[in-house]
């Protein structure tokens, strides 16, 4: 919820010793100080502008061999006001909340508004957009996560390296375990009646663990844990385990022949898919013709077991929200149905230049304009255990990580490095590295021919493991 700083060692003491208003309290004033901005900007000239106003408190410590390596904490509040004026728009910032300096603001955009672009289809959300109700009792705040200690948040990171350095004695060093959370809250204001609030929590627990194979190559793999509440972590021992249990089985790891076989993905991989896929449905590629989705609505462009929504209003899930970010109310979006590809992801920008509707999808931060994107998105679940998709493949890769920029959405051609574990009649039998797996997405998604039952929401993009009949490996 909001900007990153930083402060030293003392820290541990503001922690202990600030009072701090509440994120709820906060945001009845900063409410307040928003209208007042957007009336500045009418009275100086503006058509028409809205302000965002981000302000919360970060923390974070690092735990690296048992010494306590890096402890922050952090509060920030920063303005961001967008103005319209004879059909040009500028956008400014700051983090100044003075008086004076949000007059000087004010003057600012306007001044930018003056020389910027015309752009007419540049505005505000029609009223219709932020019509109630808002979706309520999303579970985006616990009151529980900044009453953390900065004494029980190293305890935490300490128990979670340790486990990780207890599971196998392989394990000879770690990049460190962290603690981290923040809470805080979002204002919204515009000049067309459009006020909103609404609170949020973040607390994640991760670790790195690294091992030595007989080569004295270094392997290195992380976990981690991520909620909106306090209590829904995993136990910092589940997440060294598991941590060091993916870095352990990566030691003596050798190439796989080029040939092309059955890919299983795990959830790590699947979830980074889902995530990049999303730049094929997102409002400026359908704008810019450079999609490989262009023209395909309705068309069955996956395999029936596909399934892919964006549901900002699921409660407890880390970008869960009532509004986006110009106002416009949360609803679920199904982007991909049994297959077939329903919609785009739209701001309000992205509808108007391709004569559609938003589809309250617009992110924005203090310093920028809005622009679509997803929420909490994920591809739902199907009915087969893990297990049973690994047993499915007589020959063929189970993929844990990959890495590098190879994909072309425009064009859906695919092409990444690589590394796993081959898997050999129905079972995982040694691990790979410096492989490559490559392919079409429009062939990818059609040839996914069975999805696991292990969806879990551990970030905003989710994805459970799931296998494609067929994808190029190149290796030795």
């Avoid at 503001?14 to 900063?30: D, F, I, T």
């Avoid at 690092?62 to 920063?78: I, N, P, Y």
């Avoid at 304009?369 to 063929?396: F, K, M, Q």
């Avoid at 490095?417 to 059609?446: C, D, F, K, Q, T």
Wanted: net charge negative; hydrophobic share 40%.
């Amino acid at each position: 919820m909001s900007a990153r700083g930083e402060r030293g060692t003392g820290a541990e003491a503001g922690r202990a010793g600030r009072v701090e208003q509440s994120p709820a309290e906060q945001g009845e004033q900063h409410l307040a100080l928003a209208e007042h901005v957007v009336q500045l900007a009418r009275r100086g000239g503006a058509d028409a502008a809205d302000v965002v106003i981000d302000s919360g408190v970060e923390f974070s410590v690092t735990v690296r061999r048992g010494r306590v390596e890096k402890l922050q904490e952090a509060a920030s509040c920063g303005l961001g006001l967008r103005v319209f004026r004879g059909g040009r728009c500028a956008v400014t910032y700051t983090s100044d909340l003075t008086p004076a300096a949000l007059a000087r603001l004010v003057e600012q955009a306007l001044d930018l508004a003056a020389v910027a672009d015309p752009d007419p289809l540049a505005d505000l959300p029609d009223p219709e957009a932020w019509a109630l109700p808002q979706p309520t009792d999303l579970a985006s705040f616990d009151p529980a996560v900044a009453t953390v200690t900065v004494e029980q948040a190293i305890e935490l990171a300490r128990r979670c390296e340790q486990a990780a350095f207890d599971f196998d004695s392989r394990v000879t060093n770690s990049d460190g375990a962290t603690y981290s959370s923040e809470h805080g809250s979002r204002v919204l204001v515009n000049s067309r009646g459009f006020a909103g609030s609404y609170t949020g929590t973040l607390c994640a627990l991760s670790v790195e663990a690294i091992c030595d194979d007989a080569e004295g190559k270094k392997r290195n793999d992380y976990w981690y844990t991520a909620a909106r509440a306090f209590a829904d972590l995993e136990p910092p021992e589940l997440v060294g385990r598991r941590a060091a249990e993916r870095a352990v089985r990566k030691l003596g790891a050798r190439k796989a022949r080029t040939q092309q076989v059955p890919v299983v993905w795990d959830p790590m991989v699947a979830r980074a898919f889902v995530g990049h896929l999303a730049r094929a449905f997102l409002g400026d590629a359908l704008y810019r013709r450079a999609t490989f989705l262009l023209d395909r609505e309705g068309e069955q462009v996956a395999s029936p077991l596909v399934t892919i929504v964006d549901d900002p209003t699921l409660p407890g899930r880390l970008r869960s929200r009532p509004f986006d970010g110009e106002g416009a109310t949360a609803r679920r979006n199904a982007v991909i149905v049994d297959g077939v590809f329903r919609q785009f992801l739209l701001d309000t920008y992205s509808a108007r230049k391709t004569g559609r509707q938003t589809t309250a999808s617009a992110v924005r931060s203090v310093s920028s304009t809005p622009a679509p994107g997803t929420t909490n998105l994920y591809l739902a679940a199907g009915p087969h255990t893990p297990r049973e998709i690994i047993a499915s493949v007589d020959n063929g890769l189970y993929l844990t990580d990959t890495m590098g920029f190879g994909w072309n959405i425009t064009t859906g051609d695919f092409s990444q490095g690589a590394a796993g574990l081959w898997i050999e009649r129905g079972e995982l039998a040694y691990p790979v590295s410096e492989i490559n797996v490559s392919g079409n997405l429009n062939a990818m998604l059609r040839d996914i021919d069975m999805v696991g039952n292990d969806l879990e929401f551990r970030s905003a993009t989710a994805a459970p493991t799931f296998r494609m009949a067929k994808l190029m490996v190149s290796g030795l």
